[in-house]
């Protein structure tokens, strides 16, 4: 069983800037994939950045250039630099990973954290 805890979310003005951390905790496995997705409010679950084994990144449309990914393989935890912060960017984030355990892969989401980004 892995677990996924994030930290970071809250209040910030528009053109500031956070940073969430998801920390991924367990025995026997291996990160195949991890990100984040969020929820804006009355619209679906979207990407916002991923950080795939091998160093690849992808990102939204909409993030690329003001949002970062990384990654700290020895505390399996990836984070998520927001700068430039809009107020469009208000959502439930959620981590995300692609586990590999036991010969087979695995989603796990975590509880998700609040970002709003209001003056």
């Known amino acids: 069983q892995v677990q996924l805890v994030e930290s970071g979310g809250g209040l910030v003005q528009p053109g500031g800037s956070l940073r969430l951390s998801c920390a991924a905790s367990?025995?026997?496995?291996?990160?195949?994939?991890m990100g984040w997705y969020r929820h804006p409010p009355g619209n679906p679950r979207e990407l916002v950045a991923l950080?795939?084994?091998?160093?690849?990144?992808d990102y939204a449309d909409s993030v690329r250039g003001r949002f970062t990914i990384s990654r700290d393989n020895a505390k399996n935890t990836v984070y998520l630099q927001a700068n430039s912060v809009k107020p469009e960017d208000t959502a439930v984030y959620y981590c995300?990973?692609?586990?590999?355990?036991?010969?087979?892969?695995?989603?796990?989401w975590g509880q998700g954290t609040q970002v709003t980004v209001s003056s």
């Open positions: 995300y990973a692609e586990i590999l355990s036991m010969s087979r892969k695995w989603d796990y």
């Open positions: 367990g025995n026997g496995f291996s990160i195949i994939r």
């Open positions: 950080w795939t084994n091998g160093d690849i990144t």
